[in-house]
């Protein structure tokens, strides 16, 4: 069983940057990609990026195309959300994630406990 656990929320002013971390372990040996959920007050849980084990396949959501990065480091079994530019309606509870398919929560097989980001005007 994969155990995922967050860390890097918080409270900034739009513009600013913040980078989540997201510490992977347990048997990961069916986990084909990671990645980043989000969700907002009041909406559903979305998917944000997401990344393959091979870090062949990347993916980005069209709200965070161009400001955000996600990234594994193999070697610390980290993965990690790099957030610039920050805007109001990025505030959400962030979700580590990880599966088969990390474009959709149906193919999520572990999750985080979450992390609050909030952006302020």
């Known amino acids: 069983r994969v155990q995922l656990a967050e860390s890097g929320g918080g409270s900034v002013q739009a513009g600013q940057s913040l980078r989540l971390s997201c510490a992977v372990s347990g048997n990961t040996r069916t986990t084909f990609c990671m990645g980043w959920f989000r969700q907002a007050p009041g909406k559903d849980r979305e998917a944000v990026a997401s990344?393959?084990?091979?870090?062949?396949?990347?993916y980005y959501g069209d709200s965070v195309k161009g400001r955000f990065t996600v990234s594994h480091e193999v070697d610390k079994n980290t993965l990690y959300l790099q957030m610039n530019n920050l805007k109001p309606e990025d505030t959400a509870i962030y979700y580590c994630?990880?599966?088969?398919?990390?474009?959709?929560?149906?193919?999520?097989?572990?999750w985080g406990q979450g992390t609050q980001v909030t952006v302020s005007s």
């Open positions: 994630s990880a599966g088969t398919l990390c474009r959709s929560e149906r193919g999520i097989t572990a």
């Open positions: 990344i393959s084990t091979t870090g062949g396949t990347i």
